[in-house]
């Protein structure tokens, strides 16, 4: 008999409502019971593509003994940490304080006031590798709990206090300026790795806000070694293994220092950042394999990651068939069966496939060498080598279609699919691709008609047969996520309503999660529910967090609108941290980010003319053109009645003509009606 999760609408708590354990999802009645029949509570979080969560679900909690020793000494929630980002960043922080790691699935024991006084990640369900066996476990801390219960409330309130001081601002008396930029560069340098990118050994992470930080350096400084990090880095994911070099789209990370051996799920959020990453490093050096991964990334996404309605999905998992990577990795017989023994010969030479295998008796596909050295190899020109390998690369991904895929998180996150619309919009300018405007541009009417309810953005939407369901208030990721691809959109489109919208959301964000007295913004509303700290996590981890994310938005925003209030509250948000940004850039990059907007001269570039006239198309090409982080874009057809933008002001054609405005510092240059002189004033 199913479970309580059987009502719920996330992925991964429905792959949990068929266990003979006895969950409750979040919420007031689980609590409630423990404090009926005085007993601990114990949480699992977890999420749908992590592996390890899997295997603690089918070692554990399928497992009806160890259930039903579960059911007897506690009260069981189990929380999905994309939909609980709040109740996820609480109990890792004491986790990590309790243990000095952490990770998911994550395991907390909690009194029923939802103070944690037992924290843990895995557990196995027998004894092993220096781990202990949790129904060993379970009894232990349930005579704990009901024997030195006031010993274990008195060490968790010292771990609550830590999370609370963690949480408070901290505003610094160092004035904001460039040499925090050095600083964190410095940092940065001293932990790259010279010969395979990224940073430290293994495992390896994207970290695309790193890399955005180090294009802007470059960008303000002219320093060849911070682009060089990056364009390095950048190549080696795009040859690696990480990258799926038939479908298109990164993995979460790699296992090693060679981006080779990947986790195989993939995350929307990755593949949100990376296209924009990918964009700005083919703008800044004209690498055209950037562009080319930047392409194949967003068209992955429209093509397996969409729904009908223009959401995007949240994941896939790394498991198929009950093994990792199965969906992903081959033999050298399965592509020459596919595409031919002559086709697979070059194929195989190019991707690096051997009968050995690079992992675990299979190919992960990958690009160890340089084109023209294989060509040289084989005896073909660099040109019949790509023309070959792409020919493969469709016959591979249309077999291996064939095969059964990893599971799809099909819950539609506010945030992620945020990220994913300005990836669309900034790209599709960017590179004149008109379907991926106009996917970015569903995707925003999709946001705004499902997951706002009576003024209120929601956080997750899950389609049903009913026509979908949108459930839990958002978070300040959310609003400021949203906010700032609908500022891209706008850009992308000058589509006044676009930027009404984002206005609208930025100031039910400020009413709802920024507090005066604490000059910062806090991850959840005033409107939620109270938990045993009110979260506000300052480090961007694999995407920038809420705060980060805000202070960017409301930069860019308030030059649209030159809103004052909402600059201020970025920079005090902004200073709040700057302690922090230059002794751990990795934790802060995207802060990085937003005080370089910060402190740079704003260029902004107005255009007026019809959009489909090619005088207008001609200057819209080059404003778009190149890496330019601290420019924004607004633009209209002539006359300008009444738009939302004080930018647009007194804006108008030129001798009837289409024409260009370019101001920055406060000064404007005179208006222009030829691309080469728009160019000339933008150099």
């Known amino acids: 008999m199913p479970n309580r999760l059987a009502n719920e609408t996330s992925p991964y708590l429905l792959q949990h409502k068929d266990n003979p354990v006895d969950w409750y999802p979040w919420g007031s009645e689980a609590f409630e019971r423990a404090k009926a029949e005085d007993k601990p509570v114990m949480l699992s979080i977890g999420y749908s593509a992590c592996h390890w969560c899997h295997v603690m679900a089918h070692e554990s909690f399928e497992d009806r003994a160890i259930a039903n020793l579960m059911n007897e000494l506690f009260v ?73 219960r006031g010993d274990l409330i008195t060490s968790s309130s010292r771990v609550i206090g830590a999370i609370q001081a963690q949480s408070a601002p901290r505003q610094s008396e160092a004035p904001l300026t460039r040499d925090l930029f050095d600083q964190a560069y410095q940092a940065l340098a001293s932990e790259f790795d010279p010969t395979n990118g990224g940073f430290g050994m293994q495992p390896k992470f994207p970290q695309p806000m790193t890399y955005e930080f180090l294009l802007r350096h470059w960008h303000t400084s002219g320093s060849q070694q911070a682009l060089d990090m990056v364009t390095l880095t950048l190549e080696k994911m795009a040859r690696g293994g990480i990258y799926d070099q038939v479908g298109g789209g990164f993995h979460r990370y790699s296992v090693d220092t060679y981006w080779l051996v990947p986790h195989f799920e993939k995350m929307l959020y990755d593949n949100a950042l990376l296209p924009v990453l990918y964009l700005h490093g083919w703008q800044a050096t004209g690498n055209p394999l950037f562009r080319q991964v930047a392409g194949e990334t967003l068209d992955y996404i429209l093509r397996e990651m969409t729904h009908s309605d223009g959401g995007f999905y949240s994941a896939t998992d790394a498991d198929s068939e009950g093994e990792e990577g199965r969906f992903f990795v081959w033999l050298p017989s399965e592509i020459d069966d596919v595409v031919g023994p002559e086709t697979g010969r070059i194929a195989r030479a190019y991707w690096g496939v051997t009968r050995e295998g690079n992992f675990e008796g299979k190919n992960i596909l990958n690009v160890p060498r340089d084109a023209d050295e294989v060509a040289a190899d084989l005896g073909i020109s660099v040109d019949q080598l790509m023309e070959t390998v792409s020919a493969a690369k469709v016959a591979l991904y249309d077999a291996r279609a064939k095969r059964v895929p990893p599971g799809t998180d099909d819950k539609i996150i506010t945030a992620w699919n945020a990220m994913t619309l300005k990836a669309l919009a900034e790209c599709g300018a960017a590179m004149g691709n008109t379907g991926w405007v106009e996917a970015a541009r569903r995707n925003a009417g999709f946001l705004l008609e499902n997951l706002v309810s009576d003024g209120r953005l929601l956080r997750t939407w899950k389609a049903s047969p009913e026509g979908g369901q949108a459930k839990l208030k958002g978070y300040l990721e959310d609003y400021a996520f949203l906010v700032d691809g609908l500022v891209s959109l706008y850009e992308a489109t000058f589509e006044r309503r676009w930027l009404d919208e984002a206005i609208g959301l930025a100031d039910r964000m400020v009413d709802l999660f920024w507090s005066d007295d604490d000059g910062v913004f806090f991850d959840t509303g005033t409107d939620h529910e109270q938990l045993v700290v009110r979260p ?148």
């Open 76 to 148: 069981n929630i189990k929380v999905d940490r994309e939909e609980r980002p709040d109740v996820d960043a609480i109990y890792m922080a004491a986790t990590q304080a309790m243990t000095g790691h952490g990770g998911w699935p994550m395991t907390v024991f909690m009194d029923p006031d939802g103070r944690p006084f037992y924290t843990g990640t895995y557990f196995p369900s027998e004894d092993r590798g220096g781990m202990p066996a949790f129904p060993r476990v379970l009894q232990a801390v349930a005579e704990a709990y009901q024997s030195r």
């Open 536 to 683: 506000r996590d300052v480090f961007d981890n694999a995407s920038p967090c809420g705060g980060s994310a805000a202070a960017m938005a409301l930069l860019r925003l308030s030059v649209f609108t030159a809103n004052v209030d909402h600059q201020r509250r970025a920079v005090s948000s902004l200073g709040s941290v700057t302690d922090l940004m230059a002794r751990a850039p990795s934790g802060f990059a995207w802060w990085l980010c937003a005080l370089d907007f910060e402190l740079a001269s704003t260029e902004e570039v107005v255009i007026i003319g019809q959009p489909d006239d090619p005088a207008t198309r001609a200057l819209l090409e080059v404003a778009r053109g190149g890496f330019a982080p601290h420019r924004v874009l607004a633009g209209a057809p002539a006359p300008v009645d009444g738009d939302a933008s004080p930018l647009l002001e007194g804006r108008g054609l030129l001798a009837g003509r289409p024409t260009a405005y370019v101001c920055e510092n406060y000064a404007c240059q005179a208006p222009v009606t030829e691309a080469a002189e728009l160019a000339a004033q933008l150099s």
